[in-house]
Each structure stands twice: as structure tokens, then as C-alpha cells.
């Protein structure tokens, strides 16, 4: 059977699978919703993110309904399942709050801890009214970690039940060790967990104390960085001088040291655009960009090239088992 991964755009979600070394749309579903989010389980379910709240699938795609139980925010803005556990589902929201879930995504419970917190540090958004959001999850046995835009790295312990903030500290003028306020993503190295890699709007971070501590590694604005799960020293990321403002794509082999151009196939800078995220799926990478365009190109190398016509205007993607 071919491979398969979804897309959410701005309307309704499509099934691509892989013909002959290209990916190319397969079918498409729940046109009249402006999604934001994906996440698909290792079984094979899958939650999808709008502004208005978030539906469900059990099959891969193929049926969806409504999973709004217990959200009392619905403007989602990031999603994942626990990588070790598929029946935890975790929603993160604008305003900032996290929604975890025991059965799937099928009902929610809100982590107030973090709506105390929210209120408490007075988190915001530069380009909303409303107090911060959280932008993704990364998740490694009973440890999880939650980005805030603007309020800075939350902590898990219990398998995202409850949160802190990994520092006291929330500023966008950090001191040394400390982590900039406005945290786009948040990944955990999978054979290494104690490193913990934050892409800011202060730059590109990296722990190796689970989060106590960090190093700045790149002065870039960034929203998401691609590592790979064999070799933390080879990371690719998509830089830029500002929010969507000459963004491109850089790599590292030796774990920030230097940086070079994988910009292949692509006339970057471009001006007004960035890279919003990187994702993984077999051999390829896929970068979906500020303005909804999404590219794919060999994580071993090569040019990229656009897979699906601009007009979709791709916000996330996600791989089915």
C-alpha cells in the first residue's frame, strides 16, 4: 500500500499518497472549515485543528466527527499525541491553554495551571488580543514540554496533567541560560532526551538538561527546525530576519557551530515569507511555509520543489502510520 500523510489548509483537509516519487492529492474532505493544526497517533487516529474548534478521525482519514468535549477554547493552534501512549491527546489553544485528553481526543480536560500562569505572567500576542498561545508539544515518556508565544517553556512531569515553566524568567531579553519569552516549537532529541531544542523569536535554543538551562546557537528569528533522530549535531532550519521577513533554510553539522545554505531549488531570501514547519515523512522533508505553500525535497539532499498548487494554502501536515 503507498504512503500516505494529510494536509490541513485553509479549506478543509487533503490526503496525498506518494505515485512514482511524487506526492500528488488523493482526496480531499471537510472543504467549508479553515483548519490550523494536525496530529496523527502511531494507530492511526488523528485530531485536526480549526478556529472554531477540532474534529476527530479513529480510520486515517477517511470519516471525521466533531471532539469538542470539555474544550472551553477553541481557537486551536497546536495538537499531538503521546508518542509512547496514543490513547493521550494533547490540544494547545489561543488564548494559551492546554487540554489533555485520556481517551484519543474524543473529551477534554483543561490543565488550569496553566491558565494561573497565564494570567499571572501576563502572557500576550503581538498580533491578537487575546493572552499568548501554545504553540506545539514534545513529549518523552512522563516528561513533556509546551511552547509559548509570548510567555516562554512549560514543563510536564505527569504526562502533561499539570505544567511550570522550566525558568522564573519570561523576558525577550534573556541572560545567559535562559531561554527567549516568544517559543515557536519544542522538540526532544529521540536518542538523547535530555536535549531539549526550542526554535524563538530570539533566536535558535538548545538544552542538555532537560530544559534548566540553554544556549543560543542561532540569532535568527525561527518558527521550526527539522533534527535528526540519528545524529543531534545535523539539524536543518529555517531562519529568517523577522515574522515571514526574508526567510530561508540553513544547516548544521556540527551543532550550530556553522551554518550553510540548503536552499536548493528555492529563490530565497524571499521577502515576506518563511518556513512555519518542517516535518518529516520516510526519505523526504516537508517545509510548509508562512504563506501556505508547502515543498518537499530528500532529507539527504537535493532541491525542493513545491508539491501541491499554492492556491491550497497548506498550514500543517502529518503521516499516517
Known sequence: ?????????DRGILTLVKK?????????????????SIAASTEGAVLAGTKT???????GGNTWRDANQGLSHLHLRSLAFHPENPSLAYAGTEPAAIFFSKDGGSSWQECMDVANLREKNRWYLPYSPEAGCIRGFAFSN?????????????????????????????????KNGEIHADVHRVFIHQKSPNNVIAPTGGGFFVSKDQGLTWDKIHRAYCRSVWVDPE?????????????DRNGRIEKTSDGGSTWDDR??????????????HFTPIDDDLFAVLSNGRLIQAPITG??????LP?????????ALP
Open 310 to 318: 499554492e492556491t491550497k494554502r497548506v498550514r500543517a501536515v502529518a
Open 263 to 276: 536552499s536548493a531549488g528555492l529563490e530565497t531570501p524571499w521577502e515576506r515569507t518563511m518556513v512555519e
Open 53 to 59: 474548534g477540532l474534529v476527530l478521525s479513529s480510520d
Open 1 to 9: 500500500m503507498p504512503r500516505k500523510f494529510l494536509a490541513v489548509t
Open 231 to 243: 545524529d543531534l549535531e545535523h539539524m536543518i532550519l529555517g531562519p529568517a530576519s523577522g515574522p
Open 142 to 174: 512522563g516528561r513533556g514540554y509546551a511552547a509559548v508565544e509570548v510567555g516562554g517553556m512549560l514543563i510536564s512531569d505527569d504526562f502533561g496533567e499539570s505544567w511550570q515553566l522550566t525558568q522564573e524568567s519570561n523576558s525577550l531579553n534573556p
Open 20 to 36: 512514482q516519487n511524487n506526492w500528488v492529492e488523493e482526496s480531499s474532505d471537510l472543504l467549508n472549515l479553515e483548519f490550523t
Open 302 to 307: 537535493a532541491e525542493w520543489k513545491t508539491v
